[in-house]
């Protein structure tokens, strides 16, 4: 059997396996940045298990410079709340804005509503969440450009990805982008 970890992410304190890529050893309460059915979240470990399957990989511990970035996306994710109950004010919708998740990948936006939503509410945090990815791409750009997701980033002579992760599809389209114009 593969040792798994029982991983708690979102905000609604999900439970599901995680299988770390690394094959490294976690305790309980070790927070962790992970990949789910979502995107790229940070997890804290419940407990280890054997298991078969998996539903998402842990990719590492979180370090100083993820908690300081965490921090960051928090902010953001406090405006967008704001921002948003605001909206739905203003425009006389009723719906109650329980809860917005920022996931770690800086990319997604999750608003959380109670009861029913329409088209207005639709609308409102469609365009929050366009305002808010902007903002934080925009912050982290440059850097992700110049390091990708660590050293080697996208070589096969340096051991990265080869172009695979996220922010080396990113990083790959928006330098395709910049040589066109």
Known sequence: ???????????????SQHRPVDGGSYRRGDRVICE???GL????????????????RIL??????DELLQKRLERYKRKAVQECRERLVAAGIDAVLL???QLFDGRTLFFHFLGETNDDVEAITNELADAYE?????????????????????????????GGCAVCVVASACSSAAKKS
């Open 60 to 65: 590492r511990r979180m370090t100083d410079q």
């Open 99 to 101: 809860e917005v998740e």
């Open 36 to 38: 789910t059915s979502r």
């Open 134 to 162: 902007q903002h934080v791409r925009s912050r982290h750009f440059a850097k992700l450009l110049s390091e990708g997701c660590g050293p080697g980033c996208g070589t096969k002579e340096a051991g990265g990805c080869s």
């Open 1 to 15: 059997m593969i040792s798994h970890y029982l991983v708690r992410t979102g905000a609604w304190g999900d439970i």
């Open 41 to 56: 979240e940070i997890g804290e470990i419940v407990a280890d298990v054997d298991a078969d399957a998996a539903a998402g």
